[in-house]
């Protein structure tokens, strides 16, 4: 069983909507929680980086928010913009390792 | 400021070619890793490195090499290529094992 799962798989929507993307863990205590941005073709890069003790942390357009006691992540994208459109991976540190999830492919239509 | 470079973007071998995936990076950073990313799961690591001249394995070592003989390159060996080792390999580094990584653009491999 995947120790990371993202939900929804992929996503549609209209530019200038918002959306919320999911990540449910099951690794317990962990370091820190992160969401990448991955370009179609590109490495990912790192949006935001929660330690366990935080429960939301903002980087312009990006919201994530982190509830221990149901084990879940979201990343909130506000006004989305054509740039927008990537995969977004969750990745949870646990003794220094990574545990990636598999992303949701996100497409903003104009 | 070039970050984490990769060289090549792509390439296709045939099965029991061997080949080397470069990887640079200029941020004297002391950790490095190799990941591949398959559709449908996640990043997987292959090899990583905390520093030159120690290397380790991570979760999918099989069929590749990697030696770490200076802080700024980390290379990628595969062996003896197979159909398997189809996939899209990146590198990272970062300052430290759990700490921000910084990836490159990714080699797309191809081995038919």
């Known amino acids: 069983k995947n120790q990371v799962e993202q939900s929804p798989q992929s996503l549609i929507i209209l530019e200038g909507k918002n959306c919320t993307l999911q990540?449910?863990?099951?690794?317990?205590?962990?370091?820190?929680l992160r969401w990448y941005k991955q370009d179609t073709g590109r490495g990912p890069v790192s949006l935001t980086i929660?330690?366990?003790s935080e429960n939301t942390k903002s980087n312009g357009r990006y919201t994530a928010t982190l509830d221990a006691d149901t084990k879940q992540s979201s990343l909130h994208i506000t006004a989305s913009q054509l740039s927008d459109s990537a995969s977004y991976i969750c990745?949870?540190?646990?003794?220094?390792?990574?545990?990636w999830g598999a992303g949701t492919k996100l497409i903003i239509k104009p | 400021n070039a970050g984490v470079t990769q060289t090549p973007k792509f390439q296709v071998l045939k099965t029991g070619q061997s080949m080397t995936l470069q990887c640079a990076q200029d941020?004297?950073?002391?950790?490095m890793s190799w990941y591949r990313q398959d559709p449908g799961m996640g990043l997987r690591l292959i090899h990583y490195?905390?520093?030159?001249?120690?290397?380790d394995q991570g979760e999918v070592p099989n069929g590749y090499n990697v030696s770490r003989s200076t802080t700024e390159d980390f290379p990628l060996r595969l062996l003896s290529a197979a159909p398997s080792q189809t996939s899209v390999y990146f590198c990272?580094?970062?300052?430290?094992?759990?700490?921000?990584?910084?990836f490159g653009q990714g080699t797309r491999l191809t081995v038919v």
């Open positions: 929660m330690t366990f």
């Open positions: 990745v949870v540190i646990l003794n220094y390792q990574l545990i």
């Open positions: 941020m004297n950073h002391e950790y």
């Open positions: 990272a580094s970062s300052y430290q094992r759990d700490t921000e990584a910084f």
């Open positions: 990540c449910n863990y099951t690794v317990s205590p962990f370091s820190n």
């Open positions: 490195s905390v520093g030159a001249g120690i290397t």
